[in-house]
């Protein structure tokens, strides 16, 4: 079965950088939009940053430059460079995967999830 395992969380202080990994088995991401997600603590599930199988890339508002998604469809791994963390980007941080196979029909694989948590 398809597996994606993240990697990199951690305590932070605000100010500083965690780079975020996941890994694929049993998947080929090049076929793949893939996406990073966090979902903090009384919170929804929202979309952190993402890219197309193309590699066009897109992020929350919250995030504009100071995250970089970065795909090695080869390796079948994603990353989630993340800079000047602040305390409000404390949550648990999933790696997706997303196909839509027809309109209708739309495949979606998750991650365990990592947590970040950004403190002093």
């Known amino acids: 079965q398809v597996q994606l395992v993240e990697s990199g969380g951690g305590l932070v202080q605000p100010g500083g950088s965690l780079r975020l990994s996941c890994a694929g088995s049993?998947?080929?991401?090049?076929?793949?939009?893939m996406g990073w997600y966090r979902q903090a603590p009384g919170k929804e599930r929202e979309l952190v940053a993402g890219?197309?199988?193309?590699?066009?890339?897109n992020y929350a508002d919250s995030v504009k430059g100071r995250f970089t998604i970065s795909r090695g469809d080869a390796e079948n791994t994603l990353s989630l460079q993340m800079n000047s963390l602040k305390p409000e980007d404390t949550a648990v941080y999933y790696c997706?995967?997303?196909?839509?196979?027809?309109?209708?029909?739309?495949?979606?694989?998750w991650g365990q999830g990592t947590q970040v948590t950004v403190s002093s």
């Open positions: 997706n995967a997303r196909r839509d196979y027809t309109r209708d029909y739309t495949v979606n694989y």
């Open positions: 049993r998947i080929i991401f090049s076929m793949y939009d």
């Open positions: 890219i197309t199988s193309r590699g066009s890339r």
